[in-house]
C-alpha cells in the first residue's frame, strides 16, 4: 500500500467522526429548537386561558356571554362521565367523524377526476368551467338549509354539504396541478408512443399528485365544517347538535367544550394528512437544514 493511499485512509477516517458529530449536532440543535418553541406555545396558552379565568371572576367579563375555562373542563367531564342529552359523547363524535369522511372522500375523488380531466381536455373546460364557476359563486354554507329541507335531517344532508366544500378545494388544485405539468414530459411520452390515458396516468397525475395532498389539508378542514353546518341548521345528533343546543341554553361553555373537541379531531386528521404525504411524497428531495430550521 503506497503512502498516499494511507494517508487517504487516515484522512477518511479522521472525517466520519467529524461528519457523525456534525449531524449529531445538527440533531440536538433542532431537538432544542422544538422544545423551545413548544414551551413558548405552551406559556401562551397559559397565558391566555389564565388571564380569561382571571378576568371572569374578577368580574370584568361576563361568564355567561364569555364563558370560564374552569366551567368548559366541567362541561367536558359532565359529557365524558355521564353523556350528553342524545346519548354519549363518543357517539356524537362518531356521527360528525362519519360525515365527514364519506363526504371528504367522495368530494375528494371528485374533485380529483373532474380537476385532471378538465386539465387536459380542453373542449371540457370550456363546456363545463363556467358551469362550476357559477355554482362556486353561490356561498356554498347556504346550500346547507336546501339540502336539510331536500334530503331532512339525516346524514345524506351533510354528506352532501360536505362534498360540496370538499370538491372545489381539490379541483381547483387538481386542475392548476394538471396545467403546471411540464409539457416536455408529456412530449417525450408521446414520443415513445403512449396513449392519452398513458400519459395522464403516468405523468400527468405523478406530476399533480403534489398539488393534490396539499390540498387535503385544507379540504378536511371544510369536511369538518360542512359536518358541523349541517348537523347544526338541522340534526338530531353529532357536535354540531351539540353547539346549536348549548347556544339555546345560553350555554356558553358547552359551545367552548364542543370546539375543543372539534380542534382536536382536526389537529389528529392534520397529523394524518401529514404522515400520509410524507409516505406518497418520499420521492420529494430533502429539504436544507437551513430551511427546514426557519
Do not use: C
Not at 397565558?47 to 368548559?72: C, F, N
Not at 369522511?101 to 380531466?117: D, P, R, S
Not at 414530459?185 to 395532498?213: C, D, H, M, Y
Amino acid at each position: 500500500m503506497t503512502t498516499a493511499s494511507l494517508e487517504n485512509n487516515v484522512s477518511a477516517k479522521e472525517q466520519l467522526p467529524s461528519a457523525q458529530a456534525r449531524s449529531e449536532g445538527r440533531r440536538k440543535s433542532l431537538n432544542q429548537r422544538r422544545l423551545k418553541v413548544l414551551a413558548v406555545q405552551l406559556g401562551i396558552v397559559v397565558v391566555l386561558l389564565g388571564s380569561w379565568e382571571l378576568l371572569v371572576r374578577g368580574g370584568v367579563l361576563d361568564a355567561l356571554l364569555y364563558g370560564q375555562p374552569s366551567l368548559i373542563v366541567s362541561q367536558l367531564y359532565i359529557w365524558v362521565t355521564q353523556g350528553t342529552d342524545n346519548g354519549s359523547l363518543g357517539q356524537q363524535i362518531t356521527v360528525t367523524i362519519e360525515e365527514a369522511l364519506i363526504g371528504f372522500f367522495i368530494g375528494t375523488a371528485l374533485g380529483i377526476v373532474f380537476g385532471v380531466a378538465m386539465g387536459r381536455i380542453q373542449f371540457l373546460s370550456e363546456v363545463i368551467g363556467p358551469f362550476l364557476k357559477v355554482i362556486n359563486a353561490v356561498p356554498r354554507i347556504v346550500l346547507g338549509s336546501s339540502f336539510v329541507v331536500m334530503f331532512g335531517l339525516g346524514l345524506m344532508s351533510k354528506v352532501m354539504l360536505v362534498i360540496v366544500l370538499v370538491f372545489f378545494g381539490v379541483f381547483f388544485n387538481a386542475f392548476q396541478g394538471t396545467r403546471e405539468v411540464d409539457k416536455n414530459f408529456i412530449a417525450n411520452a408521446e414520443i415513445l408512443g403512449a396513449s392519452k390515458w398513458q400519459v395522464t396516468r403516468q405523468v400527468v397525475i405523478p406530476s399533480a399528485f403534489s398539488w393534490i395532498i396539499a390540498s387535503l389539508h385544507v379540504a378536511f378542514g371544510f369536511a369538518l365544517i360542512g359536518a358541523i353546518v349541517g348537523e347544526f341548521l338541522g340534526s338530531q345528533e353529532g357536535l354540531g347538535n351539540l353547539i346549536r343546543q348549548a347556544q339555546g341554553n345560553l350555554n356558553q361553555n358547552g359551545i367552548w367544550a364542543a370546539m375543543i373537541i372539534m380542534a382536536g379531531v382536526a389537529l389528529i386528521a392534520e397529523w394524518l394528512i401529514t404522515k400520509l404525504e410524507n409516505r406518497l411524497l418520499r420521492w420529494r428531495p430533502p429539504q436544507h437544514s437551513s430551511a427546514a430550521e426557519a
